[in-house]
């Protein structure tokens, strides 16, 4: 039934030259994957349009309303949404009241919730608040904003989040279009991952459009007393007022970091492309939400230092949001794509020199991360199997640093020109879509392997645990400099102040800091930090770092102790938080590091709340 409906759909796209773009999204997706994570049924009915309308109230700390649903049916008797901790007041279909049913309550996915539709069920409507165990939101007071005066409202989707706060089809594979009314206190602007406000109006009443059919886990949104500054007619920054000029001279590259990226694998689908920065405890370095990524302030260097995150989140423009992972075991197609891509825009703005560094520094963390799963080797296959867990809990590294090494690999061996034109054709494609993994292998075999007839180890990249041996060599020269200078210094033939007198760039300093000899003296780690000042560093990423070696030397001088904690009491990013609280426990500290943790945790998003409270063996 479905199967024929799509084709004559398609077979009119074919006669009607016109056949509009909308009409191939909607006809793009004929069978969906087995998704582990949602209990939506899509190949029989099928939510296509979400129409949202919501009140933020920020005294009882809940998001309520309405979340109307245009829909498809396929032949069932019942739709299924995916739920969380929501409270459902009431469903109607058509306009009519209908008695709709909550499943049992899982704690990782939450209850499936099924609404009884007859053939002709167009309007599915679901009355519904949020309760305090949503863990998509996190409500911020004024004092954990930058300017202190307003609270502040974000949330967080990816990666099955969003049915938090939404009761939702909550599959990435489920692609639908939205629209919101958000209702907002009137002093504070809404923005989400559609068409925005760029500044506050007299309500606080906005109205959101999001036309491009996007996953779930991709509808966001911000609240907050936050300001737009333009970069260029099509990109732009929001912030709070006491960071917007220095998030605009950090992030100036952008309209760059887009026109690189459309010369590399073809033209921006979303119109706009907006950054919002955030509070600290925003839990990810960036969120691709569509046309308004999320960042972290802890990437605000003051020296453009770190903006690859940027490079990253606009990547995702094609790889995750046009052509999206089906489901979290695919996770790979998203991430290692991502680096991949955010590699050669660094590569385009500023030479192949700096996208070696980055290159190399992902390296050694694949290195690290594969160390650390020594006992879990299933975990490093790319191609994931997260039926049962958390897929929050199963995504690591490997994604990202294994993915990007296994297309570099291919790179180096296809040649860049083949690769180049075969990603591009890759995005063309699939745009619009979601993919498995299975389906790429055979697109990769099919469209660039087989026609330029070349062999290439794809099952045991995928499949296998680890690094096959065929993976290309990174290096950097800048890196090879500063390994001279650790021999150097460790062998006692250059002094610290000639380190830190150096002209080595942000890249190169991380890596001396992640590269300092377990078994150099502390007097040596001391007079280093007295020469290059590390413990009071302004940088996030150089502060991080350093700290995390800190730890490991057992390094206790300058007032570090001090320092870590005010850095984790102020920073909710997981990968920075979890560095260092691992590094506590590893280090026989686990008693500090739980009382440290009492006081930050309120201060966290629930993403790093559930990694770190599994860490201590909290609750
Ligand atoms: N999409 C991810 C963030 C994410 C991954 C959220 C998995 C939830 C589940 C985002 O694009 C990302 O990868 N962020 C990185 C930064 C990047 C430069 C590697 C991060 O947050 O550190
Ligand atoms: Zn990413």
Redesign the pocket.
């Known amino acids: 039934m479905k199967l024929f409906n799509k084709s004559l759909i398609l077979l009119a796209c074919l006669i009607n030259a016109a056949c509009s773009n909308a009409d191939k999204e909607n006809t793009e997706i004929v069978s969906y994957a087995n998704d582990s994570h949602s209990y939506a049924k899509p190949s029989e009915a099928i939510a296509k349009h979400l129409s949202l309308d919501i009140v933020v109230d920020f005294d009882k700390k809940i998001v309520s309303g309405i979340a109307d649903y245009t829909i498809e049916n396929n032949g069932g008797n019942e739709i299924i949404f995916d739920t969380k901790n929501l409270i459902i007041h009431k469903a109607t279909v058509d306009g009519k009241d209908v008695s709709f049913s909550l499943g049992a309550d899982n704690p990782i996915l939450g209850q499936p919730l099924s609404i009884p539709i007859n053939n002709d069920s167009k309007l599915v409507s679901i009355k519904y608040e949020t309760t305090d165990k949503t863990e998509a939101l996190q409500f911020l007071n004024p004092q954990q904003t930058a300017d202190k005066k307003f609270p502040f409202l974000l949330t967080?989707g990816?990666?099955i989040l969003t049915r938090t706060w939404i009761p939702i089809q909550d599959s990435p594979q489920i692609r639908l279009t939205y629209s919101a009314n958000v209702k907002v206190p009137k002093d504070l602007l809404a923005i989400m991952s559609a068409e925005n406000p760029k500044a506050k109006n007299e309500n606080g009443k906005y109205h959101f459009e999001m036309r491009q059919a996007i996953s779930p886990y991709l509808i966001a949104l911000a609240v907050g007393d936050l300001v737009y500054k333009e970069i260029s007619p099509r990109t732009g920054v929001y912030a709070e007022r006491s960071m917007i000029e220095k998030v605009h001279y950090e992030f100036a590259d952008m309209e760059k970091m887009v026109k690189a990226a459309e010369a590399l694998y073809g033209k921006y689908a979303w119109d706009q492309f907006d950054v919002v920065v955030l509070p600290p405890s925003f839990p990810?370095?960036?969120?691709?939400n569509p046309r308004l990524t999320f960042a972290t302030p802890t990437v605000i260097a003051g020296d453009r230092s770190l903006t690859?995150?940027i490079a990253?989140?606009l990547a995702?423009s094609w790889s995750?949001n046009l052509v999206t992972n089906a489901t979290w075991d695919d996770?790979w197609l998203?991430?290692g794509f991502?680096?991949y891509f955010?590699m050669r825009i660094m590569e385009a703005l500023y030479g192949k020199e700096h996208a070696n560094m980055l290159a190399s520094i992902g390296r050694q963390d694949l290195t690290e991360e594969i160390e650390i799963l020594k006992d879990k080797p299933e975990a490093t296959r790319l191609k994931l199997n997260l039926k049962g867990k958390n897929p929050?809990d199963g995504?690591n590294s490997i994604a990202?640093d294994k993915g990007y090494l296994f297309l570099r690999t291919l790179e180096e061996s296809v040649g860049r020109d083949k690769m180049d034109s075969f990603l591009k054709e890759y995005f063309n494609t699939n745009a619009f879509s979601t993919i498995t993994t299975e389906k790429f292998i055979s697109y990769l075999k099919n469209e660039l392997l087989i026609k330029n007839n070349i062999e290439f180890n794809i099952d045991n990249w995928v499949y296998k645990a680890g690094v096959p041996n065929n993976a290309a060599q990174i290096q950097s020269d800048k890196f090879l400099i500063v390994e001279d200078a650790i021999n150097d210094w460790k062998n006692g033939n250059i002094d610290e102040n000639l380190l830190c007198e150096s002209d080595w760039n942000i890249q190169q300093k991380i890596h001396f800091i992640r590269n300092i000899p377990i078994d150099i003296s502390l007097e040596k780690f001391e007079a280093l930090d007295n020469a290059c000042g590390f413990t009071t560093a302004k940088n996030s990423y150089i502060a991080m770092v350093w700290y995390e070696q800190a730890i490991k030397h057992n390094y206790r001088k300058n007032a570090v102790d001090t320092q870590i904690e005010s850095f984790l009491m102020n920073v909710g990013?997981r990968?920075y938080v979890s560095t260092l609280f691992k590094a506590l426990v590893a280090n026989n500290r686990i008693d500090e590091a739980k009382v440290l943790y009492q006081k930050a945790r309120p201060n966290y998003h629930s993403?790093t709340v559930n990694t770190i409270d599994e860490m201590l063996g909290i609750n």
């Open positions: 967080q990816q990666a990810f370095g960036g969120m691709e690859s995150l990253h989140e995702h995750g996770f998203n991430e991502t680096v955010e929050d995504m990202y990013r990968w993403v």
